[in-house]
Nanobody, 111 residues
Framework: VQLVESGGGLVQPGGSLRLSCAAS????????MSWYRQAPGKEREWVAAISSSGGSTNYADSVKGRFTISRDNAKNTVYLQMNSLKPEDTAVYYC?????WGQGTQVTVAS
């Protein structure tokens, strides 16, 4: 199983970023996928999840209405569109499938 995140960077408050996670080594279209994040000095927290078909999504209260998780099963890729970013969204963002994790991508929200 391999999960490779990309798309992080530095963005100003109120800005947007789209994260991508390319998956391989398993049947992507049959698996729920999730995004987590870990801020400095804090525990890793769940952000969002999407069902195998993409028909069902769930979000942490802290990102609801601002973030959108989606997937392209033809490309074995899951996305996280992040809008109206806040400084408290600063963290390393990780893609997850069961007990497999990517290396993470840094998102920094600062002016």
């Amino acid at each position: 199983v391999q999960l490779v995140e990309s798309g992080g960077g530095l963005v100003q408050p109120g800005g947007s970023l789209r994260l991508s996670c390319a998956a391989s080594g398993f049947t992507f279209s049959r698996n729920t996928m999730s995004w987590y994040r870990q801020a400095p000095g804090k525990e890793r927290e769940w952000v969002a999840a999407i069902s195998s078909s993409g028909g069902s999504t769930n979000y942490a209260d802290s990102v609801k209405g601002r973030f959108t998780i989606s997937r392209d099963n033809a490309k074995n890729t899951v996305y996280l569109q992040m809008n109206s970013l806040k400084p408290e969204d600063t963290a390393v963002y990780y893609c997850n499938r069961q007990n497999a994790w990517g290396q993470g991508t840094q998102v920094t929200v600062a002016s």
